[in-house]
């Protein structure tokens, strides 16, 4: 191990980065509540929320690695971190003021691309700030700090949605949208604080360029395992779809019983329990992953994202609409989105030298949103073509193929990571 390691694994840059993820998801999640219930009152069908999810991951995803690439090469990791986090702050306000899908479309993307632009060099700042032994939980508590911002904002964005939509007087003619206006607008203040928070919070330990690597020649000298590890992903991510189709199935089961603002309401309390969820099992995932192995723990999130996908196949097929069955489907996704969420990026570091650490978060990312943009948008157009039962049927399948494959024994070639991890 290598002496400059630090000795604490709950250090400066791990607080950084997990405060400046917790506002970041704040004004994220908030908006990914709030925004089922927007493309109803604008007359945007299903099928239009899955081509806007999977796009916006697809254009996340190669933009992460290129990113990724980039940052090991040129040594500007945190500079194009902050960069990132900036274009949330103008996706929020795009959002906001959109009036049909166009520029709904296009505030979504950009916030993707920023998120793309992030993720894969916050992961390698972070993966080489711990130390091996301490990367599950380092990576546990900065999920879980993160979707504490995720668990407050679309609380208080439930809650300002409750405020903002008043019952009209007799014969006025009242905006549906302005509520879910108003909330989107409320999305720039934690967006501006993330951004600051990385810029003043979080230090970049290797800010050396590395103008010696190739784009090519590092992927094929990636181990087998590193490959066998991303086909896994790769499967899994092909039937796990966006969780704002959750929110949008609670919200059309929930509708006639109780209105579109009545269930936009409810679908948001139960996407924050959700993210409740993921933030008190995040830490305890990464330490039992640190003990008991971190691929061991991985493929028993990836079970439960297959059942989360069949309990929501099952309620629309039998009518089972309780709030008992829409509470178990987002406890059970909160679960293995913590799992994932924490163990992909700590089996990535564990496989991968540390010299092209961010291109491999980067190829990963990429990965998992060329998995998202068939899974989003194949989910809404089996939504709207077929049935949204046989939609989450085709998904829990899909899913269930990728936790086989990921199940399947990693033999990691240690010897050349260890010397840079």
Do not use: C
């Not at 906001?96 to 992961?123: D, H, K, Q, T």
């Not at 087998?224 to 966006?242: E, K, M, N, Q, T």
Request: glycine fraction near 10%.
């Amino acid at each position: 191990m290598s002496s400059d390691k630090p000795s604490r694994w709950l250090n400066r840059t791990v607080l950084g980065a997990s405060l400046t993820s917790g506002l970041a998801d704040m004004a994220y999640q908030t908006a990914n509540v709030v925004l089922p219930g927007f493309l109803a009152v604008l007359g945007i069908p299903p099928t239009a929320l899955g081509l806007i999810e999977g796009v916006a991951d697809a254009t996340a995803s190669f933009t992460k690695m290129g990113a990724g690439y980039v940052s090991d090469r040129l040594g500007i990791r945190k500079s194009m971190a902050v960069f990132g986090y900036f274009l949330t702050v103008v996706s929020q306000a795009l959002m906001a003021l959109a009036g049909g899908l166009g520029l709904l479309v296009f505030g979504r993307i950009l916030g993707w691309l920023g998120r793309g632009i992030r993720s894969p060099l916050r992961a390698a700042i972070m993966a080489e700030s711990v130390t091996p032994e301490t990367r599950g939980r380092a990576f546990g508590f900065h999920r879980a700090a993160d979707t504490v911002g995720a668990v407050v904002g679309p609380l208080i964005g439930v809650l300002l949605l409750g405020v903002w939509a008043k019952p009209p007087a007799a014969g006025e003619v009242v905006d549906l949208t302005a509520p879910f206006r108003m909330v989107l607008w409320f999305t720039l203040i934690p967006a501006v604080l993330a951004t600051l928070s990385f810029a003043f919070l979080v230090r970049d330990e290797r800010q050396k360029p590395n103008k010696h690597i190739q784009f090519w020649s590092s992927l094929r000298s990636w181990s087998p395992a590193f490959r066998r590890y991303l086909v896994g992903v790769g499967a899994f991510g092909i039937g796990d779809f966006a969780h704002t189709m959750l929110v949008l199935a609670a919200t059309q089961m929930l509708t006639p019983e109780h209105g579109v603002i009545g269930a936009a309401q409810i679908a948001g309390f139960l996407y924050i329990g959700r993210n409740i969820v993921t933030a008190v099992v995040a830490f305890p995932v990464g330490l039992l992953a640190d003990r008991f192995g971190h691929q061991k723990v991985l493929v028993v999130g990836y079970a439960l994202g297959v059942a989360t996908a069949a309990l929501t196949a099952f309620a629309f097929f039998s009518g089972a609409h309780s709030l008992a069955i829409l509470a178990a489907i987002f406890a059970l996704a909160g679960t293995y989105t913590a799992v994932q969420e924490s163990l992909e990026d700590t089996l990535t570091a564990e496989l991968v030298p540390a010299a092209t650490r961010g291109l491999a978060y980067g190829v990963l990312g990429s990965v998992n949103g060329v998995g998202d943009l068939v899974s989003s948008a194949t989910l809404g157009v089996l939504w709207t073509a077929a049935s949204p039962a046989l939609a989450f049927a085709v998904a829990a399948g899909v899913m269930a193929i990728g936790t086989v494959v990921m199940a399947r024994p990693l033999h990691a070639d240690n010897s050349s990571a260890a010397k840079t991890n």
